[in-house]
């Protein structure tokens, strides 16, 4: 597997053009220099070597309470999983957490509420990811949430 990274690469550089005064007197007294602007573009080419996982849970229920243990229990279930695959520590953050009320169809009243809770996880043992989305997966059950996986160097 290969993967191409574009990385633009953009610098200024100024310098006073005229033979009167120092640079310093010379930048004073005129805002219009004239100068040399560059910009450039770059590409690398390899193999990936990490995986940026992203996934979660979403839970509904009629209280926040209970909406948010449900959704606890089903993300701690998930981050154990991934734990036995050492990952380290730093490499399983939570992206994003949200509470969100639901209403009835006609807008007027609360029905419940919705608690998202999703995770960035990175993975450099690449030949392990479709084990270990698998498990994790599993693990959060008809909660789990799965957002998408990139590849990089």
């Known amino acids: 597997m290969s993967a191409d990274a574009i990385r633009p690469v953009v610098g200024a550089v100024t310098y006073p053009i005229g033979s009167s005064g120092s640079a310093s007197n010379q930048l004073a007294q005129d805002d219009n220099l004239a100068g040399i602007s560059v910009s450039g573009q770059g590409r690398v080419s390899g193999t990936p070597d990490l995986a940026t996982v992203n996934l979660g849970v979403e839970a509904f229920r009629d209280t926040v ?20 695959y050492e990952l380290a520590d730093e490499g399983i953050k939570t992206s994003r957490f949200g509470i969100h009320p639901r209403f009835d169809p006609n807008g007027q009243g609360i029905i ?8 960035t996880v990175k993975i450099r043992n690449l ?10 997966t599993l693990t959060g059950g008809n909660l789990t949430r799965f957002q998408g996986i990139t590849f990089s160097i």
Not at 65 to 84: E, G
Not at 128 to 133: A, C, D, L, V
């Open 127 to 136: 030949d392990m990811i479709g084990k270990i989305i698998d498990n994790a």
């Open 65 to 84: 309470q209970l909406a948010r243990d449900y959704a606890a229990a089903a993300m701690k279930s998930m981050i154990v999983t991934l734990k036995d």
């Open 112 to 119: 419940g509420f919705q608690i998202n809770n999703q995770l």
